[in-house]
């Protein structure tokens, strides 16, 4: 996942792009980049890293400009690469930049119409720069120097004829404004703020709520699927629908794992779906665990803490944080590479022995993916002196890949695919172990916003909202992106760092 970020202000930009970006990086930690438009021209600082080690002082102060976005990366197309850090820029029509999140399902093809179509070459890996480029084809075909906001409705209507897959949007045209799209099924969030500077108005646009929230935008709505949003830079507002067939099928595994707590996507708090996800599997537990002996309830920090502690308000039994967090260390799941990811569970969590010894402990987690979690927490409870270890899951099994903006290319990858509960629990070390129900699951998220009729849920269910997923597209995807296939397109990639990226 990635996180997004526009402002169209006032007063310069570059700093509340910035604390907007610290907010979001527990959606990219990979790579980070701003672009602000000053005096007709764009000013761009990216580099692989977190927000905190990519922009230095002397970055900060040439991001000039009243308006700009930002990107954080967590790859899940092409290399990570500093060349595939985000915005992109193009320069014809305008001079276009552009930062999205989400997974484009036919970026290859896509990249070939852009070479025989429009004599257009693209020359890194990135699904992003691929839509940038559709982008910039579509305004390219309106004849006047300035477009109005019903051409670039036109465009973005005809980019969403083209597009598949997830993106949320937000991009920049040089003497124009900000534009912010969604993709159709609203896979992705993206959330639209506002605040007033005297007697003008100023707006910001986001993945996450959190983000308004940190920088001082009130929160106005979310963008809807289909929906485009046109800011001038004299911070006059245009929205309209751009997708005939729009759906709302957000992604549910934000609820589950990458979103904030603090933030509400689709009118729906992420917090309080997670209290409703624990309070399920805690009546699920209930039912189904009556011989199991449960002293105390640990959740395995951080995005569990929330469910665990609803589960032990419905088993009556004690929540104690017996794991300690260190807090210079990212999230793991979205590191790149299983050697990371595994170094890093030992280094990020430690046990506090008191509430281990001789208990029968309850672990909660927010989800199982590849097990790397897991087996090493269960491993550190017996050690620190456990009787039994029950490990809990908020979300069911994951058991197929995902396409839309979660780097979970492979089957093999995943220790759920291909294997029932018991077999999950003897790989990882567990006494017991319980998933959520599905229907348990969508029933926690969608009571909080019942208009939405589906969610997307491709990881549990194997079902892909966008319709064109099919096995021989999740071969070549397997093919290109497991984890060996990234170490050689890595080194590979490291070739064409410099034509985009001088430093
Ligand atoms: O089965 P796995 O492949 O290990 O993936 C699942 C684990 O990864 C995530 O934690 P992460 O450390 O990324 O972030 P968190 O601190 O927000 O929980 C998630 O919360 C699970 O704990
Ligand atoms: N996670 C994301 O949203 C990634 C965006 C884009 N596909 C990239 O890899 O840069
Ligand atoms: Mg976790």
Redesign the pocket.
């Known amino acids: 996942m990635c996180g997004i970020v526009g402002i169209v202000s006032t007063t310069p930009v570059n700093q509340s792009i910035y604390d907007a970006l610290t907010v979001l990086q ?1 959606r990219g930690q990979d790579a980070a980049g701003i672009v602000t438009l000053s005096d007709g021209n764009f000013r761009q600082r990216k580099a692989n890293g977190l927000v905190r080690d990519v922009f230095e002082a002397k970055h900060m102060q040439r991001l000039k400009g009243n308006i700009g976005i930002g990107h954080v990366r967590y790859p899940t197309a092409g290399s990570s690469s500093a060349a595939e850090a985000q915005p992109f820029y193009v320069n014809s029509p305008f001079g276009i930049s552009l930062a999205h999140n989400g997974n484009l399902t036919n970026a290859a093809q896509l990249k070939e119409d852009q070479f025989h179509k429009a004599r257009r070459h693209i020359n890194t890996t990135s699904d992003s720069e691929v839509l940038l480029n559709v982008m910039a084809h579509e305004l390219d075909k309106c004849p006047s120097l300035h477009l109005t906001a019903e051409e670039i409705f036109t465009a973005i209507t005809a980019v969403h004829k083209q597009v598949r897959g997830a993106y949320a949007v937000v991009s920049l045209i040089i003497n124009h404004g900000l534009v912010a799209f969604r993709d159709p099924n609203g896979i992705r969030p993206l959330v639209l703020g506002m605040r007033n500077e005297g007697d003008q108005k100023e707006y910001m646009v986001a993945s996450e709520s959190v983000a308004l929230d940190a920088v001082g935008f009130n929160f106005v709505r979310d963008i809807e699927p289909g929906e485009a949003v046109y800011i001038t830079d004299k911070g006059e507002l245009f929205s309209a629908h751009c997708a005939k067939d729009a759906k709302h099928n957000p992604c549910i595994f934000e609820f589950v ?1 990458f979103a904030r707590p603090d933030s509400t996507i689709d009118k729906i708090s992420v917090y309080e779906s997670r209290l409703a996800m624990g309070e399920k599997l805690g009546q699920k537990i209930k039912r189904e665990w009556v011989d199991i002996d449960i002293d105390v309830v640990i959740p ?5 803490c929330d469910s665990a502690l609803e589960i032990a308000k419905v088993l009556e039994l004690p929540y104690r944080q017996g794991f300690v ?1 260190n807090r210079y260390i ?6 790149p590479g299983q050697t990371l ?1 595994r170094k ?2 030992r280094r ?1 969590l430690n046990a506090i022995s008191s509430e281990f010894v001789g208990k029968n402990v309850l672990l909660v ?10 087996e090493q927490i269960i491993e550190m409870a017996r050690e620190a002196g456990a009787k039994n270890v029950y490990l809990a899951s908020a979300a069911p099994e994951v058991r197929y890949p995902n396409v839309y903006g979660i780097d979970m290319p492979s089957t093999d990858e995943l ?1 759920a695919h291909g294997r029932n509960v018991d077999e999950i629990a003897t790989m990882i070390g567990a006494d017991a172990l319980i998933f959520q129900d599905l229907d348990d699951l969508i029933a926690a998220v969608s009571k909080f916003n019942p208009e939405i009729k589906k969610f997307e849920t491709s990881v549990f269910s194997g079902e892909y909202v966008t319709g064109d997923i099919d096995a021989d597209y999740l071969q070549r995807l397997n093919d290109l992106r497991n984890d060996g296939a990234k170490i050689i397109k890595e080194q590979e990639e490291i070739a064409n760092l410099e034509i985009h990226n001088e430093g």
């Open positions: 527990h794992y395995i920090p951080e995005t569990s967090k990212g999230r793991t799941f979205i590191m990811r890093s569970v990020k987690d927010d989800s199982i993916v590849r097990g790397t979690t897991s220790i």
